[in-house]
T-cell receptor, first 113, second 117 residues
Protein backbone atom coordinates (compact mmCIF):
# COMPACT_ATOMS: atom_id res chain seq x y z
CA UNK A 1 0.00 0.00 0.00
CA UNK A 2 1.39 3.34 -1.05
CA UNK A 3 2.15 5.81 1.72
CA UNK A 4 3.16 9.40 1.21
CA UNK A 5 4.96 11.36 3.91
CA UNK A 6 5.67 15.04 4.19
CA UNK A 7 7.99 16.29 6.88
CA UNK A 8 7.85 18.71 8.61
CA UNK A 9 4.14 19.27 9.06
CA UNK A 10 4.65 23.00 9.38
CA UNK A 11 7.30 25.57 8.57
CA UNK A 12 7.56 29.28 9.36
CA UNK A 13 10.17 31.38 7.60
CA UNK A 14 10.95 35.03 6.95
CA UNK A 15 10.22 36.49 3.56
CA UNK A 16 12.90 36.04 0.92
CA UNK A 17 14.19 32.64 1.95
CA UNK A 18 14.64 29.83 -0.53
CA UNK A 19 12.66 26.81 0.64
CA UNK A 20 12.79 23.07 0.12
CA UNK A 21 9.69 21.00 0.82
CA UNK A 22 10.15 17.26 1.05
CA UNK A 23 7.90 14.39 0.03
CA UNK A 24 8.64 10.68 0.26
CA UNK A 25 6.66 7.69 -0.96
CA UNK A 26 7.02 4.00 -0.22
CA UNK A 27 6.19 2.41 -3.60
CA UNK A 28 8.34 3.60 -6.48
CA UNK A 29 5.91 2.23 -9.08
CA UNK A 30 4.23 5.53 -9.77
CA UNK A 31 2.74 7.06 -12.89
CA UNK A 32 3.23 10.65 -11.82
CA UNK A 33 3.63 12.93 -8.82
CA UNK A 34 1.84 16.20 -8.24
CA UNK A 35 2.39 19.11 -5.93
CA UNK A 36 -0.67 21.08 -4.88
CA UNK A 37 -1.32 24.21 -2.92
CA UNK A 38 -4.35 24.60 -0.66
CA UNK A 39 -5.40 27.87 0.92
CA UNK A 40 -7.58 27.72 4.07
CA UNK A 41 -11.11 26.62 3.28
CA UNK A 42 -10.35 26.29 -0.41
CA UNK A 43 -9.85 23.53 -2.93
CA UNK A 44 -6.57 22.36 -4.40
CA UNK A 45 -4.52 24.24 -6.95
CA UNK A 46 -2.16 22.11 -9.00
CA UNK A 47 1.35 23.55 -9.00
CA UNK A 48 3.48 21.03 -10.82
CA UNK A 49 3.07 17.53 -12.23
CA UNK A 50 6.07 15.30 -12.86
CA UNK A 51 5.75 12.21 -14.97
CA UNK A 52 7.58 9.11 -13.75
CA UNK A 53 10.02 9.40 -16.64
CA UNK A 54 10.88 12.99 -15.78
CA UNK A 55 13.30 14.29 -13.19
CA UNK A 56 12.06 17.81 -12.69
CA UNK A 57 9.54 20.45 -13.67
CA UNK A 58 9.71 24.21 -13.30
CA UNK A 59 7.10 26.92 -13.14
CA UNK A 60 8.16 30.43 -12.21
CA UNK A 61 9.72 30.38 -8.76
CA UNK A 62 8.81 26.75 -8.27
CA UNK A 63 10.90 23.75 -9.16
CA UNK A 64 9.96 20.17 -8.38
CA UNK A 65 12.30 17.23 -8.65
CA UNK A 66 11.61 13.53 -8.64
CA UNK A 67 13.89 10.64 -7.69
CA UNK A 68 11.63 7.70 -8.26
CA UNK A 69 14.11 5.03 -7.28
CA UNK A 70 14.60 6.52 -3.83
CA UNK A 71 10.96 7.47 -3.45
CA UNK A 72 11.55 11.17 -3.00
CA UNK A 73 10.42 14.47 -4.42
CA UNK A 74 11.28 18.00 -3.44
CA UNK A 75 9.51 21.25 -4.15
CA UNK A 76 11.86 24.21 -4.24
CA UNK A 77 10.41 27.68 -3.73
CA UNK A 78 12.73 30.52 -4.58
CA UNK A 79 12.59 33.91 -2.87
CA UNK A 80 9.56 33.11 -0.76
CA UNK A 81 6.81 35.71 -0.37
CA UNK A 82 3.97 36.11 2.16
CA UNK A 83 1.57 35.12 -0.61
CA UNK A 84 3.22 31.71 -0.68
CA UNK A 85 1.71 30.98 2.74
CA UNK A 86 -0.54 27.94 2.32
CA UNK A 87 -0.58 24.19 2.83
CA UNK A 88 1.41 22.27 0.25
CA UNK A 89 0.34 18.74 -0.59
CA UNK A 90 2.23 16.06 -2.43
CA UNK A 91 0.34 13.25 -4.16
CA UNK A 92 1.35 10.24 -6.23
CA UNK A 93 -0.60 8.34 -8.85
CA UNK A 94 0.07 4.63 -9.02
CA UNK A 95 1.21 2.99 -12.24
CA UNK A 96 -0.79 -0.16 -11.75
CA UNK A 97 -3.76 1.02 -13.75
CA UNK A 98 -5.47 2.65 -10.79
CA UNK A 99 -6.23 6.34 -11.02
CA UNK A 100 -6.18 6.86 -7.30
CA UNK A 101 -4.11 9.72 -6.02
CA UNK A 102 -2.47 9.06 -2.68
CA UNK A 103 -1.88 12.23 -0.72
CA UNK A 104 0.56 13.20 1.96
CA UNK A 105 -0.80 15.06 4.98
CA UNK A 106 0.60 18.32 3.73
CA UNK A 107 2.98 20.94 5.01
CA UNK A 108 1.67 24.26 6.30
CA UNK A 109 3.96 27.05 5.20
CA UNK A 110 3.93 30.51 6.75
CA UNK A 111 6.08 33.19 5.18
CA UNK A 112 6.41 36.18 7.47
CA UNK A 113 6.84 39.69 6.05
CA UNK B 1 -8.93 25.29 -19.43
CA UNK B 2 -9.63 22.37 -17.10
CA UNK B 3 -11.94 24.14 -14.68
CA UNK B 4 -14.02 22.21 -12.18
CA UNK B 5 -16.80 23.82 -10.20
CA UNK B 6 -18.75 22.71 -7.17
CA UNK B 7 -22.10 23.83 -5.90
CA UNK B 8 -22.91 24.84 -3.27
CA UNK B 9 -19.68 26.16 -1.79
CA UNK B 10 -21.12 25.75 1.67
CA UNK B 11 -24.28 24.31 3.16
CA UNK B 12 -25.79 24.04 6.62
CA UNK B 13 -28.51 21.48 7.23
CA UNK B 14 -30.39 19.84 10.04
CA UNK B 15 -29.62 16.35 11.19
CA UNK B 16 -31.62 13.75 9.27
CA UNK B 17 -31.93 15.71 6.05
CA UNK B 18 -30.23 14.94 2.74
CA UNK B 19 -27.82 17.22 0.95
CA UNK B 20 -26.79 17.13 -2.71
CA UNK B 21 -23.45 18.48 -3.91
CA UNK B 22 -22.76 19.02 -7.61
CA UNK B 23 -19.42 18.75 -9.37
CA UNK B 24 -19.09 20.03 -12.92
CA UNK B 25 -16.27 20.06 -15.42
CA UNK B 26 -16.82 23.36 -17.21
CA UNK B 27 -14.60 23.11 -20.26
CA UNK B 28 -13.80 19.46 -20.75
CA UNK B 29 -15.45 16.07 -20.67
CA UNK B 30 -14.56 14.18 -17.54
CA UNK B 31 -14.36 10.46 -18.07
CA UNK B 32 -13.76 9.93 -14.38
CA UNK B 33 -14.71 11.95 -11.35
CA UNK B 34 -13.52 11.50 -7.81
CA UNK B 35 -15.00 12.50 -4.47
CA UNK B 36 -12.79 13.28 -1.49
CA UNK B 37 -13.44 14.20 2.09
CA UNK B 38 -11.15 16.34 4.19
CA UNK B 39 -11.27 16.72 7.94
CA UNK B 40 -9.71 19.77 9.64
CA UNK B 41 -5.93 19.76 9.42
CA UNK B 42 -6.01 16.41 7.65
CA UNK B 43 -5.25 15.39 4.11
CA UNK B 44 -7.76 14.33 1.50
CA UNK B 45 -9.39 10.94 1.82
CA UNK B 46 -10.74 9.37 -1.35
CA UNK B 47 -14.36 8.33 -0.91
CA UNK B 48 -15.29 7.02 -4.33
CA UNK B 49 -14.48 6.99 -8.02
CA UNK B 50 -17.17 7.35 -10.64
CA UNK B 51 -17.22 6.84 -14.37
CA UNK B 52 -19.92 8.28 -16.56
CA UNK B 53 -22.86 5.93 -16.92
CA UNK B 54 -21.67 3.33 -14.45
CA UNK B 55 -21.88 2.72 -10.74
CA UNK B 56 -19.36 4.38 -8.49
CA UNK B 57 -16.58 2.42 -6.86
CA UNK B 58 -16.42 3.16 -3.15
CA UNK B 59 -13.35 2.98 -0.97
CA UNK B 60 -13.30 0.63 1.96
CA UNK B 61 -15.23 1.96 4.91
CA UNK B 62 -17.35 4.39 2.89
CA UNK B 63 -21.08 3.62 3.09
CA UNK B 64 -22.47 3.62 -0.43
CA UNK B 65 -26.05 3.88 0.82
CA UNK B 66 -25.20 6.98 2.77
CA UNK B 67 -23.08 8.70 0.15
CA UNK B 68 -24.94 8.34 -3.12
CA UNK B 69 -22.94 9.20 -6.21
CA UNK B 70 -24.41 9.77 -9.64
CA UNK B 71 -22.32 10.47 -12.74
CA UNK B 72 -25.06 11.04 -15.26
CA UNK B 73 -23.05 12.89 -17.88
CA UNK B 74 -19.46 13.58 -18.87
CA UNK B 75 -19.63 16.97 -17.18
CA UNK B 76 -21.64 16.35 -14.03
CA UNK B 77 -21.35 14.18 -10.96
CA UNK B 78 -23.39 14.54 -7.80
CA UNK B 79 -22.80 13.41 -4.24
CA UNK B 80 -25.84 13.09 -2.01
CA UNK B 81 -25.31 12.75 1.71
CA UNK B 82 -28.43 10.98 2.92
CA UNK B 83 -29.80 11.33 6.43
CA UNK B 84 -26.91 13.57 7.38
CA UNK B 85 -25.59 13.60 10.92
CA UNK B 86 -23.15 15.92 12.67
CA UNK B 87 -20.29 13.48 12.09
CA UNK B 88 -20.81 13.96 8.34
CA UNK B 89 -19.77 17.58 8.72
CA UNK B 90 -16.66 17.97 6.61
CA UNK B 91 -15.11 19.56 3.54
CA UNK B 92 -16.01 17.63 0.40
CA UNK B 93 -13.87 18.08 -2.72
CA UNK B 94 -14.39 16.60 -6.16
CA UNK B 95 -11.90 16.18 -8.96
CA UNK B 96 -12.15 15.20 -12.59
CA UNK B 97 -9.80 13.60 -15.07
CA UNK B 98 -9.97 13.27 -18.82
CA UNK B 99 -9.21 16.91 -19.43
CA UNK B 100 -6.59 18.57 -21.63
CA UNK B 101 -3.73 16.86 -19.84
CA UNK B 102 -2.84 13.44 -21.12
CA UNK B 103 -1.12 12.45 -17.89
CA UNK B 104 -4.17 11.25 -15.92
CA UNK B 105 -4.07 14.60 -14.21
CA UNK B 106 -6.91 15.36 -11.86
CA UNK B 107 -8.39 18.83 -11.72
CA UNK B 108 -9.95 19.79 -8.43
CA UNK B 109 -13.05 21.75 -7.57
CA UNK B 110 -13.10 24.47 -4.90
CA UNK B 111 -14.78 22.24 -2.32
CA UNK B 112 -18.06 22.28 -0.40
CA UNK B 113 -18.20 22.89 3.34
CA UNK B 114 -21.00 20.81 4.89
CA UNK B 115 -22.15 21.56 8.42
CA UNK B 116 -24.81 19.34 9.94
CA UNK B 117 -26.52 20.72 13.02
Amino acid sequence: KQEVTQIPAALSVPEGENLVLNCSFTDSAIYNLQWFRQDPGKGLTSLLLIQSSQREQTSGRLNASLDKSSGRSTLYIAASQPGDSATYLCAVLGSGGSEKLVFGKGMKLTVNP
Amino acid sequence: GAVVSQHPSWVICKSGTSVKIECRSLDFQATTMFWYRQFPKQSLMLMATSNEGSKATYEQGVEKDKFLINHASLTLSTLTVTSAHPEDSSFYICSASGGPSSYNEQFFGPGTRLTVL
